[in-house]
């Protein structure tokens, strides 16, 4: 840390010194224009750039399957705009994870193909992505196929189980669009101007969409589960359905506290899902002591779903966590 005294100059001017090492480091000397960004008590300064498309390049000649799939979605969390990506020559399967990574991203598509290099390219402006747009879809998505999951499970219905499962690569998608918006906000005041957002709302926005994602894997996993399963006893299945009904309210109301305008409307359905979550376990032993009594394989299949209800719950209340967070004063 340095520190610097303000001075005056013609009258009404208040000017302060940059630290040398620091303008040299950043390109900034006489003649630069820098950029001021008022927050709150601080002012953030930054040199002034243009607004490039970053590229970046990533040699994937060690890479492949699952590791150059997630490599090349790290780029696009990462912030890159344009990816290169390099080897002495690019095999099929090489090429084939490469066009499964792009299909798991939003607005991505390949630009160009050689023997050695595939650039890939995103497409949208990332101005106009919408973190709270994107939240806001999760929530709907995450929370619809946690309903049909449970849906699939008592009717038997393999075409809902299916189309559950599929929903949440939409769910994994959006959730790589926020994570990219909220690192771009961690990089660049700008970014974060022009998303209209305070920084310390974006990461209450990207933690909850992480619980919202955990949620929408434990539906699918519901629904995996229903598609071995047959037809379940009607004790059990109206249980479930109870249990259900608690965790979609717990979940409602933490994301309702998330969004809320008023403080105190956040911090009644905050502490209100929160109390909530404590009432679950009893609730998930009342169902476990009846499942001792089915078979032994059946029996564990209902427990993992149990458990994922019991678990989507504890999502929803680590929102209202958050959600009081937010809402509490701030110094």
């Given amino acids: 840390m340095e520190t610097r005294k303000v001075q005056v100059t013609g009258g009404s001017t208040y000017t302060v010194s940059l630290p040398k090492t620091w303008a040299t480091e950043n390109n900034v000397s006489a003649g630069t224009t820098v950029e001021f960004y008022p927050e709150d008590d601080a002012l953030l300064l930054t040199p002034r750039s243009e607004t490039e498309r970053q590229e970046g390049t990533l040699d994937i000649s060690q890479l492949e399957g699952e590791r150059l799939t997630r490599a090349v979605m790290t780029m696009y969390v990462s912030g890159f705009d344009i990816i290169r990506l390099e080897a002495g020559r690019i095999t099929t399967d090489q090429r084939r994870a490469i066009r499964s990574a792009t299909q798991g991203l939003v607005g991505v598509e390949v630009l160009e193909e050689t023997?050695?290099?595939?650039?890939?390219?995103?497409?949208?402006?990332?101005?106009?992505?919408?973190?709270?747009?994107?939240?806001?879809?999760?929530?709907?998505?995450?929370?619809?196929?946690?309903?049909?999951?449970?849906?699939?499970?008592?009717?038997?219905?393999?075409?809902?189980a299916h189309d559950v499962i599929e929903r949440d690569d939409d769910v994994d998608r959006?959730?790589?669009?926020?994570?990219?918006?909220?690192?771009?906000?961690?990089?660049?005041?700008?970014?974060?101007?022009?998303?209209?957002?305070?920084?310390?709302?974006?990461?209450?926005?990207?933690?909850?969409?992480?619980?919202?994602?955990?949620?929408?894997?434990?539906?699918?996993?519901?629904?995996?589960?229903?598609?071995?399963?047959?037809?379940?006893?009607?004790?059990v299945?109206?249980?479930?359905?109870?249990?259900?009904?608690?965790?979609?309210?717990?979940?409602?109301?933490?994301?309702?506290?998330?969004?809320?305008?008023?403080?105190?409307?956040?911090?009644?359905?905050?502490?209100?899902?929160?109390?909530?979550?404590?009432?679950?376990?009893?609730?998930?032993?009342?169902?476990?002591?009846?499942?001792?009594?089915?078979?032994?394989?059946?029996?564990?299949?209902?427990?993992?779903?149990?458990?994922?209800?019991?678990?989507?719950?504890d999502y929803g209340g680590n929102i209202a966590e958050t959600a009081l967070q937010k809402a509490a004063p701030r110094p």
């Fill in 174 to 235: 959006l959730w790589l669009v926020v994570s990219r918006i909220f690192r771009a906000t961690l990089r660049s005041p700008r970014a974060a101007e022009e998303l209209g957002v305070p920084r310390e709302d974006c990461f209450d926005l990207h933690s909850s969409a992480r619980q919202l994602e955990r949620v929408a894997d434990h539906a699918a996993k519901i629904s995996n589960l229903a598609l071995k399963l047959d037809e379940i006893p009607a004790d």
């Fill in 115 to 160: 023997t050695d290099s595939v650039v890939i390219q995103d497409l949208l402006d990332s101005s106009e992505l919408s973190i709270v747009n994107a939240v806001t879809r999760m929530r709907l998505i995450s929370q619809s196929m946690l309903e049909d999951a449970i849906t699939a499970l008592i009717e038997n219905d393999d075409d809902i």
């Fill in 237 to 313: 299945a109206e249980a479930l359905e109870a249990l259900h009904e608690d965790a979609a309210t717990i979940l409602e109301k933490s994301m309702d506290a998330l969004f809320a305008e008023e403080t105190d409307e956040a911090n009644r359905l905050g502490h209100s899902a929160r109390e909530a979550v404590l009432e679950i376990d009893q609730h998930t032993r009342q169902i476990d002591d009846m499942l001792r009594d089915l078979d032994p394989v059946q029996a564990q299949s209902l427990g993992l779903i149990v458990d994922s209800l019991s678990r989507s719950a």
